[in-house]
């Protein structure tokens, strides 16, 4: 299986072991990411404008070249995910949208939302399966309590991300057992870590962080995973000490003995 891949921006930096881990486990589970050249930047926040086209632009140009390979295009960020598959539906829904944004592109031929987007989740999910991810662990993480992140931009808007049940989601709890370890549900696990107010508004994100891992924590977690590098950025900075906190990439990794044990994940 091979899918084309947009890495985004801060995998190359800040959150490159959420990258390097998920290349390394796609290979252990036979599939292939092969990154769309000349990439460019999401533009980390899905626009809510309608007439906002320009900044549209980059999704579009990821989505196109995803398909001009005749391939599903995979993503890893929370945040970059969430803004690419806000784009395709608009460019499969949106009328004036698409048509602005095809003027603008001038593609030989006009890109109308084709692209099958799918989170690095979804593949191991709907396209590998955690049975063949279980058969293939050779590292099980076995007596680890883990708590699942999920945070915002994976689950909503619902009708749009079709990622899981937004209310009661599943899907990284379903991983944890794949990797031997057991899930640890917490009532804070799908709430926002403050996400875009953390700089100017410092104390409250830090509250709604203290409030995440402590949930987490009273509930008997040892460790908590995310997708999402600015949640994991908030939650680090804001609520500093207590329960870690690490990428799933970095276990499934460690799981599938193509990571060696971290301080993280040895917590």
Not at 22 to 47: H, I
Not at 119 to 130: A, I, K, M, S, T
Not at 131 to 139: F, G, I, P
Request: aromatic share 8%; with cysteine; charged share 25%.
């Amino acid at each position: 299986m091979k899918y084309s891949y947009y890495p985004g921006c801060t995998l190359k930096n800040k959150a490159r072991e959420l990258d390097d881990c998920a290349r390394a486990s796609a290979k252990a589970l036979g599939f292939e990411l092969e990154e769309l050249p000349e990439w460019q930047c999401c533009g980390g926040v899905y626009p809510l404008g309608s007439d906002e086209i320009a900044t549209k632009l980059s999704s579009v140009r990821a989505l196109n070249a995803a398909k001009e390979r005749g391939q599903e295009l995979v993503t890893l960020c929370s945040a970059c995910h969430h803004v690419i598959r806000r784009v395709n539906n608009d460019m499969r829904q949106q009328e004036e949208i698409r048509t602005k944004a095809n003027n603008y592109m001038k593609l030989e031929t006009p890109y109308a939302g084709e692209t099958n987007v799918l989170h690095y989740l979804e593949v191991l999910r709907d396209r590998v399966g955690f049975d063949r991810v279980r058969e293939l662990v050779v590292k099980p993480l076995t007596g680890k309590r883990i708590g699942a992140y999920y945070g915002c931009l994976l689950l909503r808007p619902g009708s749009v991300m079709a990622f899981d049940d937004p209310e009661n989601p599943k899907i990284m709890e379903d991983f944890i057992r794949a990797i031997g370890a057991e899930p640890v549900v917490y009532p804070y696990r799908n709430e926002c870590c403050g996400g875009y107010i953390s700089l100017k508004e410092k104390e409250m994100a830090k509250g709604m962080c203290e409030k995440i891992k402590e949930s987490a924590e009273g509930f008997g977690a040892d460790l908590l995973i995310t997708a999402c590098p600015l949640c994991m950025y908030n939650l680090n900075r804001s609520a500093a000490g207590g329960i870690p906190v690490c990428y799933f990439t970095e276990l499934l990794a460690e799981a599938l003995g193509v990571k060696e044990s971290g301080e993280v994940a040895s917590a």
